[in-house]
């Protein structure tokens, strides 16, 4: 039977080691962080998101800017108030939440966050710095998972390490994290041949794909470590997960709960994210 990885308690860890830090950059440095998030129109997750991120900022001692936008924003107007805050020495951090309503196109709006600014790590600068292992900022939900591997005790050297979906935000920066631990990677996608097969060959596996209980036990390595990124919303609006984690549990050496896992993980990693990039702008990192 697995262990289970408290993702709560990882990323109270994490973040109790922020607030120290923030502390002393008050104390030492007169260096208040501030980290700026905005959403636009209100879509119901993002706005439990948003909320969750400026709870996290209050608890680590970061001063948080909220700018709830009306649907009908403009993209031109939400441009604006990027490049306002590009240029507000008080924001050390911007995150635009998505996703952005249709008429607003992602990509323009990711690409006029100042990459010294972009906490998520979505520009395309980034990205690049991602993929040569020369981190400004790590991915906040790869990073997190990365420290929740950490938290097992298991080395990744030499590894056989799956990542099921490809994805710009989690799988793909993903299986670079891994990589650049000597993780031997393997990325699974919606065409991949013999996804049991290949599962069946990780001692780590990492899913994200968005869809219930899409892995199984038997697709699982006894002893694997299996970390389930998903976060699916049933019909009876409970939470689920990629993984079936009662026949998963039995299988694995660690596995995470939804919730509980790597949802708490993201924003701590994104207040770390947000206390580097105070440090890199005052010279201090
Ligand atoms: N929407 C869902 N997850 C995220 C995230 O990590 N960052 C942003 N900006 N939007 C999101």
Redesign the pocket.
């Known amino acids: 039977m697995a262990q289970i990885i408290d993702g709560k308690q990882v990323s109270a860890s994490v973040k109790q080691e922020v607030k120290d830090e923030a502390a002393k950059l008050r104390e030492e440095k007169g260096l208040k962080v501030g980290l700026a998030v905005v959403i636009v129109g209100n879509n119901p997750a993002s706005r439990v ?1 948003v909320n969750n991120k400026k709870k996290a900022c209050e608890a680590v001692g970061f001063q948080s800017f909220e700018y709830a936008l009306d649907e009908a924003t403009t993209q031109e107007q939400l441009l604006d108030l990027v490049n306002v805050l590009n240029r507000d020495d008080r924001v050390n951090g911007i ?4 996703p952005l309503p249709k008429h607003i196109d992602e990509k323009t709006v990711i690409n006029a966050i100042s990459p010294e600014k972009d906490v ?1 790590a979505f520009h395309p600068v980034n990205v690049g710095k991602i993929m040569i292992g020369e981190y400004a900022f790590l991915p ?2 790869p990073a997190g998972v990365m420290r929740l591997i950490a938290s097992t005790g298991t080395e990744i050297a030499g590894k056989q390490c799956v990542v099921i979906g490809r994805s710009n ?1 989690v799988g793909k920066p993903m299986a670079m994290l891994l990589l650049h631990e000597s993780g031997t990677v393997t990325v699974c996608h919606s065409k991949t041949k013999n996804l049991k097969e290949i599962c069946l060959g990780a001692d780590i596996l990492v899913v994200a794909v968005g869809r219930a209980n899409f892995v199984t036990g038997d697709m699982i390595k006894e002893g694997a470590v299996v970390i389930d990124v998903g976060m699916n919303r049933l019909d009876d609006g409970r939470l689920c997960g990629d993984v079936e984690f009662e026949s998963a549990e039995k299988k694995a050496s660690y596995i995470t709960p939804v919730p509980g896992g790597v949802g708490p993980m ?1 924003i701590a990693m994104l207040m770390k994210n947000t206390l580097t990039a105070a440090k890199q702008q005052n010279g201090l990192a």
């Open positions: 998101y995150l635009v939440q998505l998520d906040c939900t935000i993201t």
